[in-house]
């Protein structure tokens, strides 16, 4: 699955490693972006069970997409792609 509009010029994918998968996605993109883009809508879980976390704002605003990449917490929103990163919950 890709959610990306078809017909825009981006540069070659990279491959990232996203909730236990690989995850094509583009440099200049954001890890949020990327990771809407190919279906994993679930950053995390809320205080609500029912609700769980997503990006939101995608402005670095409301939080709601904290992850780590490569081990360090970040905004993924505010994250962009490079090739091999390693994307986990927060
Ligand atoms: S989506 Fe709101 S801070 Fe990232």
Do not use: K, N, Y
Request: proline share 9%; aromatic share 4%; hydrophobic share 45%.
């Amino acid at each position: 699955m890709d959610l990306r509009i078809a017909g825009i010029a981006r540069p070659p994918p990279v491959t990232i490693a996203a909730f236990g998968r690989d995850i094509q996605a583009h440099p200049g993109e954001s890890v949020a972006a990327a990771l809407i883009a190919a279906g994993q809508w679930r950053f995390g879980e809320g205080e609500d069970p029912a609700r769980p976390r997503t990006a939101f704002c995608m402005m670095g605003v409301c939080q709601q997409c904290l992850l780590r990449v490569d081990g360090r917490l970040v905004q993924a929103c505010l994250t962009p792609i490079v090739a091999g990163q390693v994307v986990t919950p927060a």
